[in-house]
T-cell receptor
């Protein structure tokens, strides 16, 4: 498994502001992932973040709205920019530690409410 | 469009009963995961199924994979209250890109 720390655990933000979410892993990993889980819904992959390269975004997600940094092999940030109430969701980071099955392990998530 | 569908979406079952959750997916994949999510919590990995015919069991849960039918099942035996949670399947469509199913919310009552 992996120990993944996400900060903040929750936040309430005003429309038009930005929030940066941090994800720290207890060991070096090549790939980190960011997901969004809208209320009562499943998880949707936002982007994949590899150290030393730009993040790869999924359809429907753009860098201007969700800029991602990956400065080293244990840390990543996701910023939710110019927020609107539609951005209210849980944002989760995950990592793939490699090995058999390439299981992704998830952080506890950041519960974001936008007023 | 890739779809990963689970049924049922909601399941209320009595303790001691058996039931099966189904996960159907619309593209080729030979790697499938099951996760559990408790209310307000993150996801916990339950099983990874890596090949056609794979079967994994842990306690009262057993998962299987039929890649030809593009179907995975999660079977619950003699349910207990502690199994109440939301269960997600996720399909790996190329290395490390997971597409999650719709989720099945399970409630076990006495």
């Amino acid at each position: 498994s992996a120990v993944i720390s996400q900060k903040p655990s929750r936040d309430i933000c005003q429309r038009g502001t930005s929030l940066t979410i941090q994800c720290q892993v207890d060991s070096q990993v090549t790939m980190m992932f960011w997901y969004r889980q809208q209320p009562g819904q499943s998880l949707t992959l936002i982007a994949t973040a590899n150290q030393g390269s730009e993040a790869t975004y999924e359809s429907g997600f753009v860098i201007d709205k969700f800029p991602i940094s990956r400065p080293n092999l244990t840390f990543s940030t996701l910023t939710v920019s110019n927020m609107s109430p539609e951005d209210s969701s849980i944002y989760l980071c995950s990592v793939d530690r490699g090995g058999s099955g390439n299981i992704q392990y998830f952080g506890a998530g950041t519960r974001l409410s936008v007023l | 469009e890739l779809k990963v569908e689970q049924n049922p979406l909601f399941l209320s079952m009595q303790e001691g009963k058996n039931y099966t959750i189904y996960c159907n997916y619309s593209t080729t994949s030979d790697r499938l995961y099951w996760y559990r999510q408790d209310p307000g919590k993150s996801l916990e990995s339950l099983f990874v199924l890596l090949s056609n015919g794979a079967v994994k069991q842990e306690g009262r849960l057993m998962a299987s994979l039929d890649t030809k039918a593009r179907l995975s099942t999660l079977h619950i035996t003699a349910a207990v209250h502690d199994l109440s949670a939301t269960y997600f399947c996720a399909v790996d469509i190329y290395p490390d890109k997971l597409i999650f199913g719709t989720g099945t919310r399970l409630q076990v009552f006495p």
